[in-house]
């Protein structure tokens, strides 16, 4: 049954202190859970209703004797606690078995590692309590265990005490400083190492980082402890924001729901997210590693200093969050063209995987109003959308009002569990003069509303009075529940460029001064701004930077785009021009009568694209984003009628033909991109690999027609002497994409080299499952893969990296005629439901945009949901994803 936020109300109990001690055995652990609890003084006298799940109940006493209670569901009831506003010990005993957990949701055992994952609601599969966020707590931490087995026991906080027990079994007791919420709970227990790092914070506090992984892993995480020194350091200097904990620690386990956990002082992660070395990372790994270090330690201020007020909230802490982690990115990578490259990554995520989202069943505002499973929220809207919304919030007020904004939340909010609208109160009283305060209540739509905004351009030049007249309309599409949408605030950075690519002087009507870029702000149905002493016909650059996360339908002509290919200053939108365009002809040759052409994208686009990828001064980071084709998944969202099939041959056809075109052209930049000298995964030497590993790709492509087998056999080379994981993995992906005879012997050699290195197994399944090259034998291979010996559903990393891989990344293989792909998923789908919700319902959403498919496809989709909503035990976690699915 649903949960909606207009149903909220304050506790009517609060949690002062919490006293737990853990005696940790993987088949029966035991739970003593002592509390000091008191009455809200503001809410009227009530029971207090404490969550449980899956727990085993032994005992519960108040103020040191006998009580009465009784069980609602999987609530434990008291009922007749004493009255007035005396505080209460509430003393609850029970067991739980984390070795049976496979949810990995409370208390879980990995590898022998005890490992806890409390958010959003997993405190309460460890003890009964209030498991909400607004119930903050003190807590102390009683972990006792075998010393042999678990000679690392950790919890939050700081240690203040640990010694040995009877019978080979040892104590360590922790104390938090900090009130914190229960999903910030953590304790890790097993055999662990750790790399340490002293470090001081600007006010001259001293702080021990600790990285705990498995022994053998410790040579892995140096990048992660540099990423988070960076971190420290980071939000010290951007925010003024400092560490406020004596240690803070981070451990790595192989056995995870999501990317990583911010439990206060005591971050659990994926090891997909520590661990990096150059023999087993790529680039994009170290990148991500940096990024989530960076992401979870931000949490501390902006989700554990302040958290939420309720689960609806959750963007409050996700967007603002991951809008630091982008900013940290940012600042890390440094040149503005590495930001540039940053940006136009995030705004691709934002594009092929939150717009869909926005578009189809799921589709939620990034402050939900109600939901059935919390943690199917966990989603790019809430993250992604939750950062543009943030970030737009910055643009119109600046960095430095921006600044002063988060001064002001953290001195109206700090230590406070709040909501969305109080932090964009915050930005908006610290900048009263400002586009966000005047337009405020209107803003926060952004938090309300779903769905992506349509904003349609019109630009009108009057030669004769040499003005530009620049009409924006914005409207959005109906939504699941929201049938109606008022108008957004949407903020439009724009220039303008003579014909010859140069920039020209922008001056509002009725202002004097001029400027090169300008931020409009668009909060009508329909506005028109005019710009004088307009000297040309201009072209106009819009939605700069990606100013709103909006669709723009502006219809340039392919000269004007190619002129934003060739000269735009704006990096973003010189990308942009050049995505247009491909998509225009990708459309185009969707539309077409009859087989996909091997010409589709016409000599002028080929060349435009031939002189970014030759020009003599843009970084190779950038000219592998614009030389790289829209996504299908991205090309399918323009499509009301999806043909999976038809895109995915037009798509493969444009990227021969660009394989072919400009052959010389990718040999060149593959031999003067080829780095020399030692690896270093900073921005410039690792786009310098991105473009090398697509050149490769591209040359193997065009061998395919030619019969020229230099190529393939530079890439196996390439691919046996490669010094680093990036390359060496760009030239195995590069083998198997063309479809090489030496794709086989070389998958062979790769899993013969790692099979000792998980990480890297996952991309080997990876890389088999998102073939785009075999199509039909793609499904075959597939069901053999899961029968490897190296093959488990249970672990979330192998399970997303052959079956998501297989269902969400490989269009062309999935969506079959005969229908056996939606089937394999459906059978998947069930069977993870029995093991792990959360990772079930995750692949649940594969089949969200079915209702767009063409037929036979989008029959046959239809009733693989139907097939697995038919299931009658499916968990809340799947059940809400296709009864949404299908619409009733
Ligand atoms: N708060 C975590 C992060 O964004 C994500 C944890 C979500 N976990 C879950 N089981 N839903 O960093
Ligand atoms: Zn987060």
């Keep these: 049954s649903a949960i909606y936020r207009a149903d909220y109300q304050a506790p009517a109990w609060l949690i002062e202190t919490v006293d737990l001690t853990f005696d940790l055995d993987p088949a029966k652990t035991r739970v003593l859970n002592k509390m000091r609890i008191r009455r809200n003084p503001g809410v009227p006298a009530q029971a207090l209703r404490l969550d449980g799940d899956e727990l085993n109940l032994a005992r519960v006493m108040v103020n040191g004797g006998g009580t009465s209670f009784k069980m609602d569901g999987s609530q434990l009831v008291l009922e007749n606690l004493p009255e007035g506003s005396d505080p209460v010990e509430l003393e609850i005993f029970t067991t739980c078995a984390p070795a049976k957990n496979t949810k990995l949701m409370g208390l879980y055992v990995s590898e022998g590692t005890f490992f806890t994952q409390c958010e959003a609601e997993g405190f309460r599969r460890i003890t009964y309590f209030l498991d909400r966020p607004d119930v903050m707590a003190l807590y102390t931490v009683t972990l006792r265990a075998n010393r042999h087995d678990y000679p690392v026991l950790l919890s939050n906080g700081n240690l203040v005490d640990a010694g040995p027990l009877d019978d080979g079994r040892h104590f360590a007791k922790w104390v938090d400083p900090h009130k914190k919420p229960c999903y910030l709970f953590a304790l890790v227990a097993g055999q662990l190492v750790a790399r340490e790092q002293k470090i001081k914070s600007r006010a001259g506090r001293e702080h021990l980082l600790q990285v705990f992984v498995r022994p053998g892993d410790l040579e892995k995480t140096e990048h992660a402890m540099n990423a988070l020194m960076h971190s420290v350091a980071w939000d010290e200097a951007r925010f003024g924001l400092s560490l406020d904990l004596d240690r803070f620690m981070i451990v790595a386990t192989s056995d995870f729901n999501m990317g990583a956990m911010e439990n206060k002082g005591l971050n659990i992660f994926n090891t997909k997210y520590v661990l990096a070395s150059q023999s087993t990372a790529t680039d994009v790994d170290f990148a991500n590693v940096e990024s989530v270090v960076g992401h979870e330690y931000f949490h501390n201020w902006t989700g554990n200093r302040i958290t939420c007020r309720d689960w609806f909230q959750l963007s409050l802490k996700e967007g603002l969050t991951v809008f630091r982690d982008q900013e940290f990115s940012m600042d890390m990578a440094g040149t503005p063209s590495a930001r540039a490259v940053k940006r136009i990554e995030d705004v691709r995520v934002l594009r092929t995987a939150q717009f869909p989202e926005d578009a189809g069943p799921m589709a939620h505002p990034v402050r939900p109003d109600s939901y059935i499973e919390i943690n199917n929220f966990y989603t790019v809207t809430i993250y992604e959308k939750g950062s543009e919304v943030v970030?737009?919030?910055?643009?119109?007020?600046?960095?430095?009002?921006?600044?002063?904004?988060?001064?002001?939340?953290?001195?109206?909010?700090?230590?406070?569990?709040?909501?969305?609208?109080?932090?964009?109160?915050?930005?908006?009283?610290?900048?009263?003069?400002?586009?966000?305060?005047q337009h405020l209540e209107q803003f926060k739509r952004w938090y309300s509303q779903s769905g992506t905004p349509v904003v349609q351009a019109r630009g009108q030049y009057d030669a004769a009075a040499q003005t530009y007249a620049l009409t924006l309309s914005q409207s959005c599409a109906a939504t699941p529940g929201q049938a109606d949408k008022l108008p957004f605030v949407i903020p439009v950075e724009i220039g303008l460029l003579g014909q010859d690519g140069s920039a020209l002087p922008l001056q509002l009507q009725g202002t004097d001064a001029t400027t090169a870029s300008q931020t409009l702000v668009l909060t009508e149905a329909t506005q028109t701004w005019v710009f004088t002493g307009v000297a040309q016909a201009p072209v106009p650059s819009l939605l700069r930077g990606f100013s709103a996360p909006v669709v723009l339908d502006y219809d340039g002509s392919d000269a004007e785009l190619l002129t934003q290919l060739a000269h735009d200053s704006d990096a973003f939108n010189r990308w942009?021009?050049?995505?247009?365009?491909?998509?225009?002809?990708?459309?185009?040759a969707v539309h077409a009568d009859g087989a996909v052409a091997t010409d589709i994208l016409p000599g002028d686009f080929v060349a435009a694209l031939r002189d970014v990828l030759r020009h003599p001064t843009l970084d190779a980071a950038y000219k592998d984003l614009v030389l790289t084709l829209p996504a299908e998944s991205y090309m399918a969202e323009q499509l009301d009628v999806v043909d999976p099939q038809r895109i995915h041959a037009v798509r493969e056809s444009m990227r021969q033909q660009l394989a072919e075109a400009l052959q010389a052209d990718w040999a060149w930049a593959f031999d003067t991109h080829s780095a020399t000298g030692a690896y270093q995964p900073d921005p410039?030497?690792?786009?310098?690999?991105?473009?090398t590993g697509s050149a490769?790709?591209?040359?193997?492509?065009?061998?395919?027609?030619?019969?020229?087998?230099?190529?393939?056999?530079?890439?196996?080379?390439?691919?046996?002497?490669?010094?680093?994981?990036?390359?060496?993995?760009?030239?195995?992906?590069?083998?198997?994409?063309?479809?090489?005879?030496?794709?086989?012997?070389?998958?062979?050699?790769?899993?013969?080299?790692?099979?000792?290195?998980?990480?890297?197994?996952?991309?080997?399944?990876?890389?088999?499952?998102?073939?785009?090259?075999?199509?039909?034998?793609?499904?075959?291979?597939?069901?053999?893969?899961?029968?490897?010996?190296?093959?488990?559903?249970?672990?979330?990393?192998?399970?997303?990296?052959?079956?998501?891989?297989?269902?969400?990344?490989?269009?062309?293989?999935?969506?079959?005629?005969?229908?056996?792909?939606?089937v394999f998923w459906s059978e998947r789908v069930l069977e993870l439901d029995a093991i792990n919700p959360q990772v079930a319902a995750r692949l649940a959403r594969a089949l969200d945009r079915w209702s767009k498919l063409a037929e036979p496809y989008r029959t046959a989709a239809r009733e693989a949901i139907a097939r697995v909503a038919a299931k009658p035990d499916l968990s809340n976690d799947v059940r809400e994803v296709v009864t949404r699915a299908l619409g009733d």
Excluded at 411 to 436: E, K, M, W, Y
Excluded at 721 to 750: I, Y
């Design 684 to 691: 410039i030497s690792s786009g310098r690999r991105a473009l």
């Design 391 to 437: 970030r737009m919030q910055h643009n119109l007020v600046g960095r430095d009002g921006f600044a002063q904004g988060m001064k002001l939340y953290f001195q109206r909010h700090d230590g406070q569990a709040v909501t969305c609208d109080d932090f964009v109160q915050a930005i908006a009283d610290a900048n009263p003069g400002s586009a966000l305060a």
């Design 576 to 588: 942009e021009a050049g995505q247009r365009l491909a998509l225009r002809y990708a459309l185009q």
């Design 696 to 822: 490769l790709l591209m040359l193997c492509l065009a061998a395919r027609t030619s019969g020229d087998t230099a190529w393939p056999g530079k890439a196996y080379q390439r691919f046996k002497d490669a010094g680093n994981m990036t390359d060496r993995f760009n030239a195995l992906s590069a083998l198997v994409h063309s479809g090489a005879e030496l794709a086989k012997p070389a998958l062979e050699r790769f899993h013969a080299l790692f099979k000792s290195e998980p990480l890297v197994i996952d991309k080997w399944f990876s890389l088999q499952a998102s073939n785009c090259d075999r199509g039909g034998q793609v499904l075959p291979a597939v069901k053999q893969l899961m029968k490897h010996a190296d093959f488990s559903l249970k672990n979330p990393n192998r399970a997303r990296s052959l079956i998501f891989s297989y269902c969400s990344a490989n269009p062309g293989a999935f969506h079959r005629t005969d229908a056996a792909g939606y």
